[in-house]
């Protein structure tokens, strides 16, 4: 019984560098959340997608940053040029209905030297 | 603007010392609050959701009641197992599925 999977779980790049993040949600889950919490503060919204569809991406910052939920496969958060402040924890959630309970993965840790 | 402040923002009890988490909201048309318990190095682990005012939940030594202003975790007599933080978290009107969390309450239950 696997619940929601990410991968990696430490990531370590240099500036100006990209970073992938992968995200499975939990079987039979078709709705993924981004999080992102940066170190000393909460947990905040990204992006929340369903099967091949963004759905609102208003917690995401506008330039470097991209999602992708393909109908195949995992859910990809993808930063391009890292800097350092984007160093923080990246977690993904997953739910069965917009409705219901999100259940999240042991977070990706990314590490910008 | 969504908000939700979460007190205190650290506690520390003995072993037995039951307390009270607290958790405040503004939001417009709330569909569900949730509670999540979240161990170092880890992701968040769903504990409760709530949705109506008057509404309580429990499991083992954790309880969860809501009105329309604020959430309450209190915890029954706490073991050590228990130490970690607590996130609250609401869904506001829209069709997004987008949770607004609080900073969390860190706990620390010593024997």
């Known amino acids: 019984n696997a619940g929601v999977m990410q991968n990696p779980r430490h990531l370590v790049r240099r500036r100006g560098q990209e970073a992938r993040l992968r995200c499975s949600p939990m079987k039979g889950h078709s709705h993924v959340y981004w999080y992102r919490q940066l170190p000393e503060e909460g947990l905040k919204f990204m992006v929340y997608l369903q099967k091949e569809n963004i759905i609102d991406e208003s917690g995401m910052p506008k330039e470097r940053f991209s999602a992708e939920f393909p109908k195949e496969g995992p859910s990809i958060l993808r930063i391009q040029q890292v800097v350092r402040g984007d160093s923080a924890a990246y977690f993904c959630a997953s739910s069965q209905g917009v409705t219901d309970t999100q259940y999240f993965g042991p977070g990706t840790r990314l590490t910008v030297l | 603007e969504d908000q939700v402040t979460q007190s205190p923002e650290a506690l520390r009890l003995q072993e037995g010392e039951s307390s009270s988490l607290n958790c405040s909201y503004t939001v417009s048309g709330l569909r569900g609050l949730f509670w999540y318990r979240q161990d170092p190095g880890k992701g968040p682990e769903f504990l409760f959701t709530?949705?109506?005012a008057g509404e309580e939940k429990e499991k083992e030594r954790l309880k969860a009641t809501l009105t329309k202003k604020e959430s309450f975790l209190h915890i029954t007599a706490p073991k050590p197992e228990d130490s970690a933080t607590y996130l609250c978290a609401v869904r506001g009107s829209g069709n997004t599925g987008k949770l607004i969390f609080g900073q969390g309450t860190t706990l620390q239950v010593k024997p």
């Open positions: 709530l949705y109506s």
